[in-house]
Structures are given as structure tokens and as C-alpha cells.
């Protein structure tokens, strides 16, 4: 490793988790935590940025205990949160297959799943608040799918042997965030929250060293604005669309996690990136965004490829014994419901030997014949029908006749700010939830845990937390040189962005860096690449900055200049995921390096050098500082993590 890319600097630590017994650290941190007694919530702000399934449902119970909230988002309403594409289901450590599922199962999965890369206090509280997640869902009207006899259906989801997915057909994700949406919008009409759509943070303020508000651009008419308050709660999403091509929103962005980073917030674990096994193909430069197909359909469908390189035969045309059911051939413990990360590189693997299907040969076949004959067209179609209609409408092919043609995309960033067991970050007052922060998956996010990690954040865990910052301070008013200092960098930004009238779009300058992050730091690392990258970035980023054509002005509605400050954030971060990737020299979960695998291709860890939450620091373009936190296990043991 060049040792002038980074810097090393002193450990971090989380200094709120509990010790004792793993069972009562949630319950011990809790009673802990100082209280602010009704009177005094009325007279505490909090800034919410993002609506999403993290937001809302902290915005909703923040507003509902007393305190006043001012939340904002970027979409035109709370309800086109990216978090509304989600589809598969929910994980929740119910139990009611009586399947063998329980919290500690939930909490081991997790701890597995994510390649021991996780903090074992904050996997465990997770695990514990599922249950009381879907209580809350379903007493705010959230229609779960049901069996017969009444009780919540479930289903199955990679990494997991058990059914504990809660799910509402293919629209989990859209159900739930209208029963956050719904509780948020209870508590507008009452008076305790302040709603404002179709706003952007661009910037903290600071007062010596301590987050204590927000400055933000209306998107319709220009305007900047300054908003104070007693704490700012980020829940602004992952970064996946630093690889342009992703199933994420276009919207999506890492411009308010990046703009707290700058001011002192560590980004932890950047390279650690989810490739989805399950999304429709790319199928030309056309595309500015791919789609997701869930993961749930990996229930009833069998992924395969033709044996034979070069078969470019109709899916019909092949006979059984000429099908390779790969997943089921390699990993029969866990057939097709392998991790994302693993399926992932399975399908990569056989695309490469050539075996792969569809143009260009990027894609896999998902199929579906033996469940629509095993149990009835209506019967797949009551599961299934809504996601097999919208890759009809997308492929102008019917998936009740033929296969669907999957292949892996970039779908969830498992790093993000780094917080400690409170969900705050280095920054006082700055809290994170969601998938904006690293906490909870380590190197691999298993399917059906990110909803249950952003409700978990802004149901419970942050309600509780954020009273102990609020009840030792801080106080005061926010000077107006602090506010001054924020808003004159935000215009100076626009203005630098206005002004360059250049020759290139922003698009073609997002797309570039797309490419190069997906062709470098994509499914698979090696030095070479990772290195190779770190020439390209900087010059790409300079070549922004004097190409960049930015038409229009800042003073009304300007979509061009919205993107071009997302891209010019998603330059400078993707240079920090590089140097990540190119220091983190074993494979965990996401982060696939090709000097470090097994003899038969799976990850190798090395978790006497890498058993670290990697937390960089910020220096104003110069080289970024590491710091390490340890991660120990005392109640699941590192060992390899077989699915076979």
C-alpha cells in the first residue's frame, strides 16, 4: 500500500454500547439514557433530512413525542422516497412458522451474513426490535400478506433458512412507507412537525464543532435558506449511484452525507457496496437507471444457464439435462437463496466462462416453469403478479412463458457515516439513520434488513437516544457569522458550478465515472484496477470542473445544476471508496478482492489484519485519515461462511 494515499490516525471507539450480557445491553442503554422531561420537548428542534422509511418514522415519532421537528426532502413529497421501490418483504424474528426461527437466529444470520464485518451490540438490537416493528406496522394498517388461519404470511429471503419475511405482494416497501408517511402527516396536522418538499441540504452549520442546523435550497424557486436547531438527524439514504447505473432512484445522493463528512463526520466503510443478484439487464447507453426484480422471487424460481458455452438456443429448446442449476449444484444447503453477494458472483462467474444468456451474454436465467406447474398460474400470480407484470412492461417478454433474465446491480451501500450505538456521529448533535450510516450489516446487507434497520432507527432506537444529546445540551443561540459562513459556501459552490460553461453535460460526466467505478471497484477488485482508478478519478474530477456545462441560472427551477452538485460530491467520494477498497486487501461480503479468494472462488477473509470498521477522516483534499475500531465477538464466532 502507498502510504501516501491516507493516513493513519488513533482508533476509534463506541463508547454508548453497554457491556453484559448481549440480551439486556438495548434495555441497560436505555434506562441509561438522561430523559427530557414533556415540558421541555416543546421547546427542542430537531432537523430531519429525508422521508424515507428512516425519516419518516423518525420525523413521526419525534413530532409525536412533543418535540418540534422541521423535515425536508427532495421529492416533490414524502411519499416518492426511494424507499417506496422497495418490494420483498421485511425481516422479523416472529416465529410464527415455527420454523426455528428466534432473535438470536435473526442476530447470527445477520452477523454471518454480513461476513463478521458488524458490530455484534448493534446486530443484536436490531434482531430485538423486529418484533415491535411489525406490531407497529400493523397497527397502523400496513396490509402484510395473511394465511389462511389469519395470522401474517411469510416467506423466505437469501442467507436464511427459516421463513421470517413479512411481506405485502411485491410492494412491501411502497405499504410501509405510506403507514410512516401517514403517522408523519398526523403530526403535520397537529403542529409538531414542519414539512417542506422539494428541498436539498447543501450544507452544515457548525458552532465549534457541534451540528446546529442546516442550509437548503428550494428546488422550485432557488432560493437558500438558513434553519437552526437543537440536533440534525440525517436519513438521506445510501450512494449507489456513484456507479450512475444502479437500482437506486436518480435522485438518489451522497450530497448531505459528503457535506457533513467535510465538516469532521468519518465515512466508514465506503467500499462496501451491494451488487443485487436479481435486477433486468442493462440493455443499452439509453438506460440512466436499472430495475429491480425481488429478491422474494428467488422462492419459487430456479436460476440456471445452458451447460454448454455458446448455447444460444430459446429457453425451451434446452432440455433438463442440458440445464446448469448452478446455485443448487454449488451451495445445496442454500440452493437459489445463497446472500446477494455470493449469487452475485456465482452468476458473474458463469457469465464469464461464456454461458451466459441474452445480449452480450449478461444475463442468467430466473425460471419459473416448475412453480407454475407445481402449483397453478393463479397461485404464482397472487404472489408474484405485480413484479411479473412490470418486467413484462419493461422486456416486452412474459415471464409466465419464459424465464426472466436477471443479472447483478448495484443496489445498497453497507457503509455510510459512521455513528456510535446512539446513531450519533463524530460530530455532536449530528445523528444518522438508515442507510445513510455503516451500522448494522457489515459486508453484506442480507436481503429483506433494510427496511427492518430504517424502521428499527426511526421507530425506536433514535427516539430513545436522541433525548440523552438533548438533555445535556447544547444551548443557545446560533450565531449569525456561523449561519453567514454556511450559506456563503453553498453560493459560492452554485456560482462555481454556473460559471464554468463548459462543453460536456453532467450526465456524460456521471456516466463516465459510473463506468469506471463499476469496471474497477465493481463485483470484483484486484490492486491493478483499484489502482488504475485512483489515476483516472482525480483527472475525470478535474476535467469536471473545467468542462462541466451547467445551463440556466440558480435563481428558479434547475434540474442540470440539482445533478451537477450530486456529481461533483459523488467525484470526491468515489476516490475515498478506491482507496478503501485498494487498503482493505481481504474479501468481506461486497468487497470481493481477486487476490483473495479460495481455491474454488469464494471470499477469503483475513480477520487478523481486517476485523475493523474502516473510519476515514477528511482533510480538505488531502490525503484522508484511517481510523480503526475494533470489532470483537463474543457470542458468534468468526469462522468461513459456508452456504453449501
Same mark, same amino acid.
Given at each position: 500500500?502507498?502510504?501516501?494515499l491516507?493516513?493513519?490516525?488513533?482508533?476509534i471507539? /463506541?463508547?454508548?454500547?453497554?457491556?453484559?450480557?448481549?440480551?439486556?445491553?438495548?434495555?441497560?442503554?436505555?434506562?441509561?439514557?438522561?430523559?427530557?422531561n414533556?415540558?421541555?420537548?416543546?421547546?427542542k428542534?430537531?432537523?430531519?433530512?429525508?422521508?424515507?422509511?428512516?425519516?419518516?418514522?423518525?420525523?413521526?415519532?419525534?413530532?409525536?413525542?412533543?418535540?418540534?421537528v422541521?423535515?425536508?426532502?427532495?421529492?416533490?413529497?414524502?411519499?416518492?422516497?426511494?424507499?417506496?421501490?422497495?418490494?420483498?418483504?421485511?425481516n422479523?424474528?416472529?416465529?410464527?412458522?415455527?420454523?426455528? /426461527?428466534?432473535?438470536?437466529?435473526?442476530?447470527? /444470520?445477520?452477523?454471518?451474513?454480513?461476513?463478521?464485518?458488524?458490530?455484534?451490540?448493534?446486530?443484536?438490537?436490531?434482531?430485538?426490535?423486529?418484533?415491535?416493528?411489525?406490531?407497529?406496522?400493523?397497527?397502523?394498517?400496513?396490509?402484510?400478506?395473511?394465511?389462511?388461519?389469519?395470522?401474517?404470511?411469510n416467506?423466505?429471503?437469501?442467507?436464511?433458512?427459516?421463513?421470517?419475511?413479512?411481506?405485502?405482494?411485491?410492494?412491501?416497501?411502497q405499504?410501509?412507507?405510506l403507514?410512516?408517511?401517514?403517522?408523519?402527516?398526523?403530526?403535520?396536522?397537529?403542529?409538531?412537525?414542519?414539512?417542506?418538499?422539494?428541498?436539498?441540504?447543501?450544507?452544515?452549520?457548525?458552532?465549534?464543532?457541534?451540528?446546529?442546523?442546516?442550509?437548503?435550497?428550494?428546488?422550485?424557486?432557488?432560493?437558500?435558506?438558513?434553519?437552526?436547531?437543537?440536533?440534525?438527524?440525517?436519513?438521506?439514504?445510501?450512494?449507489?449511484?456513484?456507479?450512475?447505473?444502479?437500482?437506486?432512484?436518480?435522485?438518489?445522493?451522497?450530497?448531505?452525507?459528503?457535506?457533513?463528512?467535510?465538516?469532521?463526520?468519518?465515512?466508514?466503510?465506503p467500499?462496501?457496496?451491494?451488487?443485487?443478484?436479481?435486477?433486468?439487464?442493462?440493455?443499452?447507453?439509453?438506460?440512466?437507471?436499472?430495475?429491480?426484480?425481488?429478491?422474494s422471487?428467488?422462492?419459487?424460481?430456479?436460476?440456471?444457464?445452458?451447460?454448454?458455452?455458446?448455447?444460444?438456443?430459446k429457453?425451451?429448446?434446452?432440455?433438463?439435462?442440458?440445464?446448469?442449476?448452478?446455485?443448487?449444484?454449488?451451495?445445496?444447503?442454500f440452493?437459489?437463496?445463497?446472500?446477494?453477494?455470493?449469487?452475485?458472483?456465482?452468476?458473474?462467474?458463469?457469465?464469464?466462462?461464456?454461458?451466459?444468456?441474452?445480449?452480450?451474454?449478461?444475463?442468467?436465467?430466473?425460471?419459473?416453469?416448475?412453480?407454475?406447474?407445481?402449483?397453478g398460474?393463479?397461485?404464482?400470480?397472487?404472489?408474484?403478479?405485480?413484479?411479473?407484470?412490470m418486467?413484462?412492461?419493461?422486456?416486452?417478454?412474459?415471464?409466465?412463458?419464459?424465464?426472466?433474465?436477471?443479472?447483478?446491480?448495484?443496489?445498497?451501500?453497507?457503509?455510510g457515516?459512521?455513528?456510535?450505538?446512539?446513531?450519533?456521529?463524530?460530530?455532536?448533535?449530528?445523528?444518522?439513520?438508515?442507510?445513510?450510516?455503516?451500522?448494522?450489516?457489515?459486508?453484506?446487507?442480507?436481503?429483506?434488513?433494510?427496511?427492518?434497520?430504517?424502521?428499527?432507527?426511526?421507530?425506536?432506537?433514535?427516539?430513545?437516544?436522541?433525548?440523552?444529546?438533548?438533555?445535556?445540551?447544547?444551548?443557545?443561540?446560533?450565531p449569525?457569522?456561523?449561519?453567514?459562513?454556511a450559506?456563503?459556501?453553498v453560493?459560492?459552490?452554485?456560482?462555481?458550478?454556473?460559471?464554468?460553461?463548459?462543453?460536456r453535460?453532467?450526465?456524460s460526466?456521471?456516466?463516465?465515472?459510473?463506468?469506471?467505478?463499476?469496471?474497477?471497484?465493481?463485483?470484483?477488485?484486484?490492486?491493478?484496477?483499484?489502482?488504475?482508478?485512483?489515476?483516472?478519478?482525480?483527472?475525470?474530477?478535474?476535467?469536471?470542473?473545467e468542462?462541466?456545462?451547467?445551463?440556466?441560472?440558480?435563481?428558479?427551477l434547475?434540474?442540470?445544476?440539482?445533478?451537477?452538485?450530486?456529481?461533483?460530491?459523488?467525484?470526491?467520494?468515489?476516490?475515498?471508496?478506491?482507496? /478503501?477498497?485498494?487498503?482493505?486487501?481481504?474479501?468481506?461480503?461486497?468487497?470481493?478482492?481477486?487476490?483473495?479468494q479460495t481455491?474454488?472462488?469464494?471470499?477469503?477473509?483475513?480477520?487478523?489484519?481486517?476485523?475493523?470498521?474502516?473510519?476515514?477522516?477528511?482533510?480538505?483534499?488531502?490525503?484522508?485519515?484511517?481510523?480503526?475500531?475494533?470489532?470483537?465477538?463474543?457470542?458468534?464466532?468468526?469462522?468461513?461462511?459456508?452456504?453449501?
Amino acid at each position: 500500500m502507498n502510504d501516501s494515499l491516507f493516513r493513519v490516525g488513533e482508533p476509534i471507539a /463506541d463508547t454508548r454500547a453497554p457491556g453484559g450480557p448481549i440480551a439486556e445491553r438495548w434495555t441497560t442503554r436505555k434506562f441509561e439514557a438522561k430523559l427530557v422531561n414533556p415540558a421541555n420537548k416543546r421547546k427542542k428542534t430537531i432537523i430531519v433530512i429525508g422521508t424515507g422509511l428512516a425519516g419518516g418514522s423518525a420525523g413521526a415519532t419525534l413530532g409525536e413525542q412533543g418535540y418540534r421537528v422541521i423535515q425536508f426532502c427532495f421529492q416533490d413529497s414524502p411519499r416518492r422516497a426511494h424507499s417506496i421501490a422497495a418490494q420483498g418483504g421485511i425481516n422479523a424474528a416472529k416465529n410464527y412458522r415455527n420454523d426455528g /426461527d428466534s432473535v438470536h437466529r435473526l442476530f447470527y /444470520d445477520t452477523v454471518k451474513g454480513g461476513d463478521y464485518r458488524s458490530r455484534e451490540s448493534n446486530v443484536h438490537r436490531l434482531a430485538e426490535i423486529s418484533t415491535q416493528i411489525i406490531d407497529q406496522c400493523v397497527a397502523q394498517g400496513v396490509p402484510f400478506a395473511r394465511e389462511y388461519g389469519g395470522l401474517l404470511d411469510n416467506r423466505s429471503f437469501g442467507g436464511a433458512q427459516v421463513s421470517r419475511t413479512f411481506y405485502a405482494r411485491g410492494q412491501t416497501g411502497q405499504q410501509l412507507l405510506l403507514g410512516a408517511y401517514q403517522a408523519l402527516l398526523r403530526q403535520v396536522d397537529a403542529g409538531t412537525v414542519e414539512l417542506h418538499a422539494r428541498h436539498e441540504m447543501l450544507d452544515l452549520i457548525m458552532v465549534e464543532g457541534v451540528a446546529r442546523g442546516v442550509v437548503v435550497r428550494d428546488l422550485v424557486t432557488g432560493a437558500i435558506r438558513s434553519y437552526t436547531a437543537d440536533a440534525v438527524v440525517l436519513a438521506s439514504g445510501g450512494y449507489g449511484n456513484v456507479y450512475f447505473l444502479s437500482t437506486n432512484a436518480m435522485g438518489s445522493n451522497v450530497t448531505a452525507s459528503w457535506r457533513a463528512h467535510k465538516h469532521g463526520a468519518y465515512f466508514a466503510n465506503p467500499c462496501f457496496t451491494q451488487i443485487h443478484p436479481t435486477c433486468i439487464p442493462v440493455s443499452g447507453e439509453h438506460q440512466s437507471k436499472l430495475t429491480l426484480m425481488s429478491e422474494s422471487l428467488r422462492n419459487d424460481g430456479r436460476v440456471w444457464v445452458p451447460k454448454n458455452v455458446g448455447d444460444h438456443r430459446k429457453p425451451a429448446d434446452v432440455p433438463e439435462d442440458e440445464r446448469d442449476y448452478y446455485l443448487e449444484r454449488i451451495y445445496p444447503a442454500f440452493g437459489n437463496l445463497v446472500p446477494r453477494d455470493i449469487a452475485s458472483r456465482a452468476a458473474k462467474n458463469v457469465c464469464d466462462e461464456g454461458r451466459g444468456v441474452g445480449p452480450g451474454g449478461l444475463g442468467v436465467y430466473l425460471d419459473f416453469g416448475d412453480a407454475i406447474g407445481r402449483l397453478g398460474v393463479d397461485a404464482v400470480k397472487a404472489k408474484y403478479g405485480n413484479l411479473f407484470t412490470m418486467y413484462e412492461r419493461i422486456t416486452g417478454e412474459n415471464p409466465y412463458e419464459m424465464p426472466m433474465r436477471i443479472y447483478p446491480a448495484v443496489h445498497y451501500t453497507m457503509g455510510g457515516l459512521w455513528v456510535d450505538y446512539d446513531l450519533q456521529s463524530t460530530i455532536p448533535g449530528l445523528f444518522v439513520i438508515g442507510e445513510a450510516n455503516f451500522s448494522d450489516h457489515g459486508a453484506n446487507r442480507l436481503g429483506a434488513s433494510a427496511l427492518m434497520q430504517g424502521l428499527a432507527d426511526g421507530y425506536f432506537v433514535l427516539p430513545a437516544t436522541l433525548g440523552d444529546y438533548l438533555a445535556r445540551g447544547p444551548v443557545g443561540e446560533v450565531p449569525a457569522a456561523a449561519i453567514a459562513a454556511a450559506e456563503a459556501r453553498v453560493t459560492t459552490m452554485i456560482d462555481r458550478l454556473l460559471s464554468t460553461r463548459g462543453d460536456r453535460t453532467v450526465d456524460s460526466f456521471h456516466r463516465e465515472l459510473g463506468h469506471l467505478m463499476w469496471e474497477y471497484c465493481g463485483m470484483e477488485r484486484t490492486e491493478a484496477g483499484l489502482r488504475k482508478a485512483l489515476a483516472l478519478i482525480p483527472a475525470l474530477r478535474a476535467e469536471f470542473w473545467e468542462r462541466v456545462n451547467v445551463p440556466g441560472s440558480g435563481d428558479d427551477l434547475n434540474q442540470s445544476l440539482e445533478r451537477a452538485g450530486r456529481v461533483a460530491d459523488f467525484l470526491e467520494l468515489a476516490e475515498l471508496m478506491v482507496i /478503501d477498497a485498494l487498503h482493505r486487501t481481504e474479501s468481506a461480503g461486497g468487497h470481493f478482492r481477486a487476490e483473495s479468494q479460495t481455491e474454488d472462488g469464494e471470499a477469503r477473509r483475513d480477520d487478523a489484519n481486517f476485523s475493523y470498521v474502516a473510519a476515514w477522516e477528511w482533510h480538505g483534499g488531502e490525503p484522508p485519515t484511517l481510523h480503526r475500531e475494533a470489532l470483537s465477538y463474543e457470542y458468534v464466532q468468526p469462522s468461513t461462511r459456508s452456504y453449501k
